[in-house]
Every structure is written in C-alpha cells, then in structure tokens.
C-alpha cells in the first residue's frame, strides 16, 4: 500500500516538474523575444493574445503543423533521435533540482525533488555532459559540412567549458561539504555562496553561458558563419526540440544556480517558493541582456577563454578556499 | 593601437569598460519607448508622391478625365495597362473598357507621367492584397474614383481640345500676347 | 522477483545488447552510440546496485567526456562509414579471446567466497571515498596525475613536430 502511494506520489512530482519546465521554456522564449525586442528599442511579439501571451502555444502549433523534412543521405536513426536527447537530458537534470523543503500532507512529509541524492551536484553535470551527443550526433548525421562544423566545434566548446564548470563548483561542494542539493541549499541559511565565493560565481555563470551555447559563445549555431550550424537541416518539431532543450536548460541553469550560489530558497520576508522563482528567472533575463549586448567571440578566444583564464581561475580558487578552510578550523 | 603591447592590468579595465558599457547601454534602452510603428492601428503617413494603386480620377464636373489615348498603356514597361477607345454621347472620347492589372503592375509611375489630361495618379494605398491572382485584374469601374485625386481643379477641356471662343489671353493660364513692337532692341 | 531486480536484469540485458552491438558495428559513430548506451547502462547498474556514485562517475567520466572525444575524433577524421555488422570471420578470434577472458572472470568470482557481498568501497559515500583518495592514498594520486601531466606535456611536444628550415620554433595557434 505504502509503496504504490510512493509510486503514485513520485509520478505526480515528476508530472507537475515537467509540467513546471516546459511550461517556464515555453514562455522563457517569449520572455526571451520580448526582453531582446526591449533591449532593441521595439516591441517583440505583442500580436497573439494579450500582450502577445499566447505567442508559445502559436509558435507550437506552427512547428507541430510543419513538415518533418528528412533529407537525403542522412543517418535515418540518429536523425531522429538526436533532438530528444539534447530536450531530454535538459528535462531529466530537472529530477534532482529541490525546489523546497519538505511539505507535509496528512502526516506524511513529502520532499520537494524527486530524486534527492547524495550525488545531485554530480548528476546535474552528468545530464549536462551528455546534452552533448544530441548536438554531435544531429550534426555529423546531417550529412552537411556547416552541420558538422557546428558539430565539431558544439564539441569541443562543450568538452573545455564542462571543465571549468565542474571545478567552479568544487569550493561549493567544499563549504556545503555534500553533493546534494538539498545539503548545499541548507548550508546557505546564513550567506550565499555567490557572496562567499564570487571568483567561483563568475566562472560558473561564464562556463554555464558557453555550456547552454548561448551568445556571447553560440559558436556551433553562429548564424553568419555556419547559417544555423548543427540544426541546419531539421525542421518542424524536432528543429523545435532542440529550441525546447535549450530553453529548458535556460531554465535548469537558473534552478541550479539559484541553488548552488543564490541560496536557493531562502530569503526574508517572502515565502521560500517567490524567493525562488525570483532567482531561477533572474539568470535567464542575464543571460537574455547578455546576448543583447554581447557580440560573439572568436572561436580561438573561446578556446583561450576556457583554458588559459576559467581553468586555472577555478583551480586557483579551489585552492586559495581550501587554505581558506583549513586555516578556519 | 600603441606599439607597446598593453600590461595585463590594463588589457583586465580596458575589457571591464568594454563589457559594462555595453551592458549599461542595452540597459538604457530597456527604458526607452519602443520605436517601433504599430502597422494596422497606426498607418504612418505615406509621402506625397508615393506610388501605390492606380486610380482614374474626374474632372471638377464630375465628367472622366481619361480620354483613351493609350499613352499610358504605350508608356507601361511591363503592359499592364489595356483599354478599347470610344465616342461617349456627348462627342467625348472616353474607355470603352480600362484594365490594369496590378499582379503585374511595377509601380514605376511612368503611365502618371504620360497621361495628358492627369486622368491617371498613382495613390498612396499600397497594401491590398488578394487571395486569388485574378482578382489583381482591375476594371474600369473599379479604377475610377469620384474626385479629382492630386489635382482637384484640373479641367482638361477647359485647357484644351475646345475652340478659344475669346481673345487672345483669356484662356486658363494664358499670358497676355506679347507686344512685339515692346520688345525691339 | 522485486522491482530493483526487475531493473536490474532489465539494465543488464540493455548492456550487453548494445555492448555487442558496439563491438559489430562497421560504422564508427553507430558503435560509439552503443557505447555510451552501455556506460549508461553501467551506471544505472551501478545505481540500482545501491552504488550512486560510480554510477555517476561512470557517466560523467566515459559518457560524458571520452566517448564525447572519440565522436569529436570520428568526426574530424571523416571516416567512410560503413553499414551494418562486421563479416563474422573478423569477429571470430576477437570473441575467442573475450568469451576465454569472461570465463576466467567468473571461474575467479565464483572460487571468491567474498564475491557474495557487495564491495563496501563501492558503496560509500562521496566524502568516504574523497577521505580515502585524497588522504590514505594521497600519494598514489599526487603520481598518478603527474604521471598524466607527464604523458600531456610529452604528447604535446611531439604533437609539435620539428621546426622546419627558416620556420620558429614555437607552434601554431591552438589550444
């Protein structure tokens, strides 16, 4: 009995989470559209609905409606699969995302994530690592050499930038000492680690920027260079999948960096859940005022970005935190 | 550029500045009032001489100006200008039948410069659109409008084409006949 | 049967499907797909095994990065890719070799009465295991990573190549 509740519990969880995300990417690209048309001295979309709110479920239904082109001489599988799993790894990073502390129903407290696992921290940049195949594989099996130079370089951006993001959060790890998400909120009651750790901060916001390739480092996609790089060739929903990963890891990278440096929902005055969604949706509106006012770098800064400045940047501030700690206690 | 390469320090303010002014200036606009016009509630208003649709205007009388001369349908680049010419009743020669068709239609406004007695203007309507390509046919009831378009007063058989009953320099825009004997060195 | 075991032999029939796939593919990129559908499998194994940590250890690291690599490799060399499984003569001394080392491995765990028990290295927690690398063994690590450190410096520097007559001898730009 007890365990087809917890059965039936986690399936609700998993829905409303689902639900939650898709829902914010969706009206993150309207926010998206209108903060850029803002920040361009214009309007953006304002035509489908009040204030142009119902301009997601217009542009699904277009993308829904449109042809699935599959050109010729493409690896038919891999084709087909490599959107879902840029969508879906984005959405499986969102299981062990808390998004507060415990509610308690008719006696039985139930946690607000779905998986809280000791190793959280590490299975956010598990699912983010591997956002990468979808990426890699759309690209080489497009069968089309802007493709697979997006491809080419969406890998090797990712591969350099995962580095200086996984080290970025070692001094978090080191003060919340766990990997779990819930352990780091809790061990930012007091400060937030972006006060604590602003060296930290910074790399993981840049790191993240280049990791959700987006402007100032959307080099596999640069639209003047490589026309759309690594989704050139697919169209309707699957081109759309690939829109709805990265506005849902728009959305996971404000959910994790509210909780890795933001101190998650804590906060006075409001209650836990508004401080939290102030801070997940303030990351995205940076990053959306970062690519109205950013150009894009060159493929050889950003490979200088990630290795000569980020890297040794984070090494240096796991090491400077560690004598930090050591000389503390 | 100095020839000196920049110290570090001052490469870390330079890119500093570089990046916070470009974010302070996306930041002022966030305030601004948005430039953009909003098109079918607010039609800007289109310069005077804009090329648009077609009309055949009337004189000040009421009577059509055109009087089926073909020159803009000899004028037309593209021929898109068609018409049959005929004897109205009262001794005026006027289209039997006008056609243009807009599908086809440049909007180069030469037929404008060759019509003679400014039956033909080009107006400032240029959004109409249809669903079927044949529609884009207009006739002659669908040209004519019931005003003198750009020039109002215009009369061209008033100017021309009639016998001068008076005497010299009594006609429209006439100038007094020149004494030639005023003008001798 | 229980649903973790359920899971488990669901997870291990995943494995080793696509493990055999990844060894008979002719085409590159189909077999690094495999592959990482095996890690996968592995470290939900590893997961259901009460063991979350090299579950995840297993992704982030071979999933994650080196099979990312070997996909950048594949597709910055633009192999002619193939269809389809290898000619079974090619397999044939390949899977001699992996069924004798299979068999020896479970000759060798079943003659281990510990094999029985979970390992509980396998099963501690991060901080464990962060106390066991970087203070019990704090030296085999400091080696091992200067000992890589060793292998990038050299693999660098014959990546160079000699300087040509009238050509410096710095590298070209590249990270």
Not at chain 1, 34 to 51: A, C, I, T
Not at chain 1, 131 to 141: D, F, R, S
Not at chain 3, 75 to 87: T, V
Request: with cysteine; proline share 6%.
């Amino acid at each position: 009995m007890d365990m087809w509740l917890g059965v039936l519990v986690m399936l609700v969880k998993m829905a409303v989470v689902l639900g939650v995300a898709l829902g914010l990417a969706a009206y993150m690209i309207l926010l998206e559209r209108k903060l850029l048309g803002r920040f361009q001295v214009r309007y953006g979309p304002n035509r489908v609905g009040l204030f142009g709110l119902l301009q997601p479920l217009a542009d699904g239904l277009k993308m829904l409606l449109k042809e699935d082109i599959i050109p010729d001489g493409v690896d038919r599988r891999i084709f087909l699969v490599a959107p879902a799993v840029v969508a879906g790894t984005a959405l499986a990073a969102f299981a062990v995302v808390p998004f507060g502390e415990g509610l308690t129903f008719f006696g039985h407290t139930v946690p607000q994530v779905i998986v809280d696992s000791n190793v959280g921290l590490l299975m956010v940049l598990a699912l983010s690592s591997l956002a990468v195949y979808g990426l890699a594989l759309g690209a080489w099996t497009s069968d089309n050499k802007y493709s697979l130079l997006g491809g080419i370089r969406g890998a090797a951006q990712m591969i350099s930038y995962e580095l200086a993001l996984g080290l970025s959060l070692v001094p978090v790890v080191m003060h919340a000492r766990s990997l779990s998400l819930s352990d780091i909120v809790a061990a930012q009651s007091g400060l937030p680690f972006a006060l604590m750790e602003p060296v930290a901060f910074a790399t993981f916001i840049i790191a993240s920027l280049a990791e959700t390739k987006r402007i100032p480092f959307d080099l596999p996609e640069a639209e003047n260079e490589l026309q759309a790089g690594f989704h050139t060739e697919y169209s309707g929903m699957r081109f759309a999948l690939f829109f709805v990963g990265e506005y849902v890891n728009m959305v996971l990278l404000g959910a994790v960096t509210a909780i890795f440096f933001l101190g998650g929902w804590h906060g006075p005055f409001f209650p836990p859940i508004v401080w939290l969604a102030v801070k997940v949706l303030a990351v995205p509106v940076f990053l959306i005022w970062t690519r109205a006012s950013l150009p894009r770098l060159r493929y050889d800064q950003l490979m200088a970005l990630g290795w000569k400045v980020l890297v040794p940047l984070a090494l240096l501030n796991i090491l400077v935190t560690g004598a930090l700690l050591v000389l503390n206690a | 550029m100095a020839d000196k390469k920049p110290s570090l320090v001052g490469e870390i303010v330079e890119g500093a500045t570089g990046l916070i002014g470009s974010y302070a200036a996306t930041l002022t606009h966030l305030f601004r009032k948005p430039v953009t016009e909003q098109y079918p509630e607010y039609k800007r208003p289109m310069p005077e001489r804009t090329r648009g649709r077609i009309i055949l205007t009337r004189s000040p009388d009421g009577k059509e100006r055109c009087v089926a001369c073909y020159l803009c349908s000899g004028a037309c680049p593209v021929n898109c200008i068609s018409m049959q010419s005929e004897e109205g009743p009262d001794g005026r020669r006027q289209a039997a039948w006008f056609r243009i068709n807009f599908a086809r239609c440049i909007y180069c406004g030469l037929c404008e410069e060759a019509c003679p007695t400014l039956a033909l203007q080009l107006t400032a309507e240029f959004a109409f659109c249809k669903d079927d390509i044949a529609d884009f046919v207009y006739e002659k009831e669908q040209l004519l409008v019931d005003h003198g378009g750009r020039h109002p007063d215009y009369d061209f058989y008033a100017h021309a084409g009639v016998a001068a009953g008076g005497p010299k320099g009594s006609h429209i825009g006439e100038d007094d006949p020149v004494d030639v004997k005023s003008i001798l060195p | 049967m229980t649903a973790l075991g359920a899971l488990f032999y669901l997870l291990a029939a995943v494995l080793l499907g696509a493990a055999i796939l990844t060894a008979t593919r002719r085409n590159p990129v189909h077999a690094v797909c495999c592959a990482v559908v095996v890690f996968l499998a592995v470290g939900g194994l590893f997961a259901v095994l009460g063991a979350p940590l090299p579950g995840v250890l297993m992704v982030v690291v071979y999933a994650g990065a080196i099979m990312v690599l070997f996909l950048f490799i594949i597709m910055l060399l633009g192999l002619p890719a193939g269809d389809g499984p290898l000619p079974a003569g090619r397999l044939l001394v390949p899977g001699i070799l992996g069924a004798a080392t299979l068999l020896a491995l479970f000759v060798l765990i079943g003659a281990d009465p510990a094999a029985q028990t979970l390992l509980p290295a396998a099963q501690a927690s991060p901080a464990a295991v962060g106390t066991l690398l970087f203070d019990t063994y704090w030296l085999a690590v400091e080696a091992v990573s200067i000992l890589l450190f060793a292998a990038l410096a050299a693999a660098l520097l014959l990546g160079r190549g000699r300087p040509g007559p009238g050509q410096p001898a710095t590298g070209g730009r590249g990270a």
